[in-house]
């Protein structure tokens, strides 16, 4: 049992949701070491290696390192994967939109080894699991020359702007152009926006004009006649009378009764769980009340606006096959109930086909590159604490393809193994049919004396000297986290590898601590990495380290069986994950519960909304806790993504900005057009 | 003096601001008449022309003819315009943004004609002014041969998804793919909306931190220090402090009055006139209140949300000349001001640059073609009536240079020529130093004949039979509302040639009227046109007097000088433009006209918020009113976009959604992957 630091975020700004944020080492120019499964310190594996890429010491700054660079035009990224000029759309030079339809040509094509990288409990400063993303596949395609695709998240805009800055890796392991990679991309987060907005005001508006209208006004406005007095039902109609049980193309077979059931949606204001959305950092979003102006006649509603990557339409964008499938997970997300309790959907409001259309270019993923030419592959979005948070189906599944039987994909799950890594296995896998050959951990012994019992780790201020002096007694106690999540990992039956992310304050003490408590712990290998100073050359252990674990045969499994009651999914991985004693229901937790099931949406894995800084709900709760009772706040469902999202303790889904935001040292330099001050 | 009818918009679906849609009229096959400066009826000029598409009767929907043809990749477009390899960023096959680098190379190239086009007040229906500029450009480019660029704004997604459908024009006269023109585009939109909700966001967020710190902590929160206890200021500081006459530029020698009067905004919260915004329309975000989490403390705000076109941000794309123009023009919006009365930017929120950075791409505009593949550079905004609501300055300045000396540039103002080509003439070529050459006003039958007297035209229910019958008094009677766009439009010293846009119900009697009149209004020329069901094949006669036109001198000049005080600009406007009798200020506009004097704002040109639909601040008043008093509710200074902003009456910010919102019909067809009901 650990020692837990007692930990308490900074109340006058919110720490928001995702702080993934990559670690600044100093290069470590000593070469690194693996330690083989049997525990020995093996000669220095990296000497071989030299950096490809100009390395200096110190490290300059992220921006500054992927302004010296000059990326390739995308287009020879694209055709080095093996994509036809008629596989991808350019979006300036830098950036391309993938087609579905490389994934049909080489349906028949055997796909590549599959990694998941995932990360130990995070500090608020991030502990480099996208710098490791990327480190990792320099070493495997610039190094090992193994064909190798990156499959990340898109970020949010609000951290960026707010407290953490970009999120493109760092050092000499970044996906750049980052101010590309950070700021719009090709704008799937946008269309997600736009389309959840059009959900919500086609929400609010329906009950405005349903209450001033009787059932045959409403009717008429809705299958109005034409000039020739005849009507008609949009095709999205007809889904509606489908599911109603009428049977008739023709608005005037209609009974009266039937007319009242199809135009009178009735929406419960009290049962709507859609809420509105942006990509800014917005804290006095969260709570609001819309509807006071004269003219919407005093139909106020409470409600409030979440981060645009926390939309169930961003995990229908990650969760989605195709676009036939995203049209279908569109229509039937639901936003609420009718008075008589029936579940409503974006397809009882005519918007389904609306909302696909805005999101049609979304279903392709962007393909940019790394600092050495390794292709990234760029889809969906983050926060795996308050959403999925994981990369898209659709991009793996391009990405495995591509790189054909030899190659790697690497795609990365958010934040700690107990929540990004437990969703992916259990969501994603489920969803994709996919099975990872290998998950990487990634630790740093930074991460790993708070858990010890350090002191706190507070973005914005200096660290304390536990973490910059060597304290391997800290680090020793603090692999009780690593533990777990190593051990968590394997009951998937799928070999970890740990990736030591190394920083200049580590001492070979304490790394050699680290490696042990792994291997002990049951992974097949643990690397020291130092691709933030080094690029992929500091990663090329960790790279063999993989590909050694990937041949090793697997024997995928779920942790819950999904047609089990949502109680028990839920308990089971607060049991099995967490190491919770058990789960406390608060009555609308418990009220939920009961609906979803009635409406039969109990069929569908659970997607916890959890804390990132703790096993349990308590950001405090640093190490391995156990014993504690988890608190079910609230129950969503997000039909159309496909799960059922339990909210655990008090999760904030929209976060704040500090005082001084980072936004304070973004500008152009008008001299020379490019971006200053991101980082 | 006309009869005015009497016109009330349907309150449950309260009208968009934006309803320039094109009407549908079938293709009028005979050859086309055009009326010379005499009066006398020319032989129909056009029958050498044979349309180069393949035109059906009836016309096909829009989406139906714009799927039917295969557009050039767009490379082709920008090769033959003559733009450079390294001149443009492809964003897909069918739209590419372009460089002012290309504006840079050809500094010393002549420039084009410079054609303005504008319409009589327009009907809820529009009266194809979108559609007559493609038509007018397809007739230069593709029959009469003359390198030609038309320069539109980018629709709003509000409408498109609301009332109106999309903006690309109709029939064969068409920007196309009108699923890029009119959703996402490259993202210009989704960055403003980003832009202007992150500034929100920091106002908000500045006042809460301030109220829970002290001087000093506050102070060492902006300006934290670094590990050898270093503080320094980040640039956009650095214009605070020189803006506050502290010529500082290390913070530890900042005195402690300093220190309060740099870091402490002392932000008046009743005083803040920036609102979020959206690209959608949401009527229950007209009137909100923020703030109502508990972590907010009870600082609640009643704010609202705008459509995103009508944010200044949008204005200063339009009006910027360049990125450190744009930097510039941003940094100094003001949002309200401190409790001492002095004015706020977003500079002294230190948001400037980071704005500057989400909006940098937005600075180029994004080229398209036209059904007959003529290049298109759509860029900026629309509602000409809530907003500046022209295309782009920096657009206007390329087309002229690419299409060079014999060539034309097509540039759209907003709405009628009362507010568009008001401001166009006004803010617009004050900014730029360009001067029009020509301006082309749009006319229909069935507006005129409203203006007449004819009964209402309302959205969405069938024109009266006034409208599909002859009635040529009621035409004629119509003309006075013409007339006084054409009189209004000759005092800027620029040739009027009207554009008669022809619905298959206008008769040769009810046409003739309308040219007649045109004439002795004063127009060079007028000519009818059937650019909607023949494509730039009908209207190769407007083109003809169009470059007719151009070749007359013309003596431009402002309707009012800029140094003149506020109030004498608006009444400037109010009797030239209006007719109005006489000005009334409501108490909240002549607080902010002493105010924004006080600041020294009172030199920017104006920018009337007025209905579209009438000559006065009453859309029921059609044809030429006069002797009504126009009253000012309240007065807005966008000190960055560089105008002052009258509101006339109440004029609606926000549109809403009607009963059965456009989006009904938008899907996507799952075979073939295209959209469909976009019209």
Same mark, same amino acid.
């Given at each position: 049992?650990?020692?837990?630091? =007692?930990?308490?975020?900074?109340?006058?700004?919110?720490?928001?949701?995702?702080?993934?944020?990559?670690?600044?080492?100093?290069?470590?120019?000593?070469? /690194?070491?693996?330690?083989?499964?049997?525990?020995?310190?093996?000669?220095?594996?990296?000497?071989?290696?030299?950096?490809?890429?100009?390395?200096?010491?110190?490290?300059?700054?992220?921006?500054? &390192?992927?302004?010296?660079? /000059?990326?390739?035009?995308?287009?020879?990224?694209?055709?080095?994967?093996?994509?036809?000029?008629?596989?991808?759309?350019?979006?300036?030079? /830098?950036?391309?939109?993938?087609?579905?339809?490389?994934?049909?040509?080489?349906?028949?094509?055997?796909?590549?080894?599959?990694?998941?990288?995932?990360?130990?409990?995070? /500090?608020?400063?991030?502990?480099?699991?996208?710098?490791?993303?990327?480190?990792?596949?320099?070493?495997?395609?610039?190094?090992?020359?193994?064909?190798?695709?990156?499959?990340?998240?898109?970020?949010?805009?609000?951290?960026?702007?707010?407290?953490?800055?970009?999120?493109?890796?760092?050092?000499?392991?970044?996906?750049?152009?980052?101010?590309?990679?950070?700021?719009?991309?090709?704008?799937?987060?946008?269309?997600?926006?736009?389309?959840?907005?059009?959900?919500?005001?086609?929400?609010?508006?329906?009950?405005?004009?349903?209450?001033?209208?009787?059932? !045959?006004?409403?009717?008429?406005?809705?299958?109005?006649?034409?000039?020739?007095?005849?009507?008609?039902?949009?095709?999205?109609?007809?889904?509606?009378?489908?599911?109603?049980?009428?049977?008739?193309?023709?608005?005037?077979?209609?009974?009266?009764? !039937?007319?009242?059931?199809?135009?009178?949606?009735?929406?419960?204001?009290?049962?709507?769980?859609?809420?509105?959305?942006?990509?800014?950092?917005?804290?006095?979003?969260?709570?609001?009340?819309?509807?006071?102006?004269?003219?919407?006649?005093?139909?106020?509603?409470?409600?409030?606006?979440?981060?645009?990557?926390?939309?169930?339409?961003?995990?229908? *964008?990650?969760?989605?096959?195709?676009?036939?499938?995203?049209?279908?997970?569109?229509?039937?997300?639901?936003?609420?109930?009718?008075?008589? %309790?029936?579940?409503?959907?974006?397809?009882?409001?005519?918007?389904?086909?609306?909302?696909?259309?805005?999101? @049609?270019?979304?279903?392709?993923?962007?393909?940019?590159?790394?600092?050495?030419?390794?292709?990234?592959?760029?889809?969906?979005?983050?926060?795996?604490?308050?959403?999925?948070?994981? =990369?898209?189906?659709?991009?793996?599944?391009?990405?495995?393809?591509?790189?054909?039987?030899?190659?790697?994909?690497?795609?990365?799950?958010?934040?700690?193994?107990?929540?990004? $890594? !437990?969703?992916?296995?259990?969501?994603?896998?489920?969803?994709?049919?996919?099975?990872?050959?290998?998950?990487?951990?990634?630790?740093?012994?930074?991460?790993? @004396?708070?858990?010890?019992?350090?002191?706190?780790?507070?973005? %914005?201020?200096? $660290?304390?000297?536990?973490?910059?002096?060597?304290?391997?007694?800290?680090?020793?106690?603090?692999?009780?986290?690593?533990?777990?999540?190593?051990?968590?990992?394997?009951? +998937?039956?799928?070999?970890?590898?740990?990736? &030591?992310?190394?920083?200049?304050?580590?001492?070979?003490?304490?790394?050699?601590?680290?490696?042990?408590?792994?291997?002990?712990?049951?992974?097949?290998?643990?690397?020291?990495?130092?691709?933030?100073?080094?690029?992929?050359?500091?990663?090329?252990?960790?790279?063999?380290?993989?590909?050694?674990?990937? =041949?090793?045969?697997?024997?995928?499994?779920?942790? +819950?069986?999904?047609?089990?009651?949502?109680?028990?999914?839920?308990?089971?991985?607060?049991?099995?994950?967490?190491?919770?004693?058990?789960?406390?229901?608060?009555?609308?937790?418990?009220?939920?519960?009961?609906?979803?099931?009635?409406?039969?949406?109990? @069929?569908?894995?659970?997607?916890?909304?959890?804390?990132?800084?703790?096993?349990?709900?308590?950001?405090?709760?640093?190490?391995?806790?156990?014993?504690?009772? *988890?608190?079910?706040?609230?129950?969503?469902?997000?039909?159309?993504?496909?799960?059922?999202?339990?909210?655990?303790?008090?999760?904030?889904?929209?976060?704040?900005?500090?005082?001084?935001?980072?936004?304070?040292?973004?500008?152009?330099?008008?001299?020379?057009?490019?971006?200053?001050?991101?980082?």
């Amino acid at each position: 049992m650990c020692t837990f630091a =007692s930990y308490s975020a900074s109340s006058s700004s919110s720490p928001p949701p995702h702080q993934e944020s990559s670690p600044r080492p100093s290069p470590f120019m000593s070469p /690194t070491t693996t330690i083989g499964a049997k525990g020995r310190a093996e000669a220095p594996a990296q000497a071989q290696f030299q950096p490809l890429l100009p390395v200096q010491s110190p490290v300059p700054s992220d921006i500054a &390192i992927a302004q010296s660079i /000059t990326p390739q035009h995308i287009s020879k990224i694209a055709e080095q994967l093996g994509l036809k000029a008629d596989e991808y759309d350019l979006y300036g030079t /830098t950036k391309a939109k993938v087609k579905l339809s490389t994934r049909d040509r080489l349906k028949d094509s055997p796909m590549g080894k599959y990694v998941v990288v995932a990360g130990i409990t995070p /500090t608020p400063l991030g502990e480099g699991k996208s710098t490791t993303t990327m480190g990792l596949c320099q070493a495997l395609g610039a190094y090992l020359k193994r064909k190798v695709v990156a499959c990340v998240r898109q970020p949010s805009q609000g951290p960026t702007f707010g407290i953490k800055g970009g999120a493109a890796g760092g050092g000499y392991s970044q996906a750049f152009p980052m101010e590309d990679f950070n700021l719009h991309l090709t704008g799937d987060i946008h269309a997600i926006t736009a389309a959840n907005n059009l959900l919500a005001a086609a929400i609010d508006v329906r009950m405005f004009h349903e209450a001033a209208q009787k059932d !045959e006004a409403l009717f008429n406005r809705l299958c109005p006649a034409d000039k020739e007095g005849k009507r008609k039902f949009a095709p999205v109609m007809l889904r509606r009378l489908e599911k109603l049980g009428i049977h008739k193309t023709d608005p005037s077979d209609l009974t009266p009764e !039937e007319v009242r059931r199809f135009a009178r949606l009735d929406i419960d204001p009290t049962s709507v769980t859609w809420k509105r959305v942006l990509d800014i950092n917005d804290r006095f979003l969260r709570k609001i009340t819309t509807g006071q102006g004269p003219e919407e006649r005093g139909q106020t509603h409470e409600t409030g606006f979440d981060i645009a990557v926390a939309s169930e339409i961003m995990a229908v *964008l990650a969760l989605s096959s195709d676009l036939a499938d995203m049209r279908a997970r569109l229509g039937r997300m639901v936003i609420g109930n009718n008075k008589a %309790g029936e579940p409503l959907t974006a397809d009882d409001l005519g918007v389904g086909g609306a909302l696909t259309v805005l999101m @049609k270019d979304t279903i392709e993923p962007t393909l940019m590159q790394t600092l050495e030419q390794t292709p990234v592959l760029v889809h969906a979005g983050p926060f795996a604490n308050i959403a999925h948070g994981n =990369s898209s189906i659709v991009a793996d599944q391009i990405g495995l393809k591509l790189v054909g039987q030899d190659g790697v994909v690497v795609t990365e799950a958010g934040f700690g193994a107990d929540i990004g $890594l !437990e969703k992916f296995m259990n969501i994603k896998c489920r969803a994709s049919g996919l099975k990872p050959d290998c998950a990487v951990i990634v630790a740093t012994v930074r991460a790993l @004396k708070m858990h010890g019992g350090g002191p706190p780790v507070v973005a %914005g201020t200096p $660290l304390h000297h536990d973490y910059t002096n060597e304290n391997v007694e800290l680090v020793k106690k603090g692999c009780c986290n690593l533990e777990r999540h190593i051990k968590n990992t394997t009951r +998937y039956g799928v070999p970890v590898v740990v990736a &030591i992310n190394q920083f200049a304050s580590d001492t070979q003490a304490e790394l050699e601590a680290v490696k042990q408590a792994a291997l002990e712990s049951g992974a097949a290998a643990a690397a020291v990495c130092n691709h933030h100073g080094l690029g992929g050359a500091g990663a090329t252990d960790l790279g063999q380290a993989v590909l050694e674990a990937c =041949s090793k045969p697997s024997s995928f499994q779920f942790l +819950y069986d999904v047609q089990l009651p949502i109680k028990a999914k839920i308990e089971t991985i607060a049991r099995e994950m967490y190491h919770a004693a058990g789960v406390e229901y608060l009555p609308e937790a418990e009220a939920q519960i009961e609906r979803y099931t009635r409406m039969g949406f109990d @069929k569908l894995p659970i997607c916890m909304a959890k804390t990132q800084y703790s096993f349990s709900h308590d950001a405090a709760q640093k190490g391995a806790p156990s014993g504690f009772v *988890l608190p079910i706040r609230d129950v969503r469902a997000s039909v159309g993504a496909g799960f059922v999202f339990p909210l655990v303790g008090s999760m904030m889904t929209m976060p704040g900005l500090p005082t001084r935001p980072a936004f304070y040292d973004i500008d152009v330099d008008l001299e020379t057009g490019k971006i200053t001050g991101l980082s």
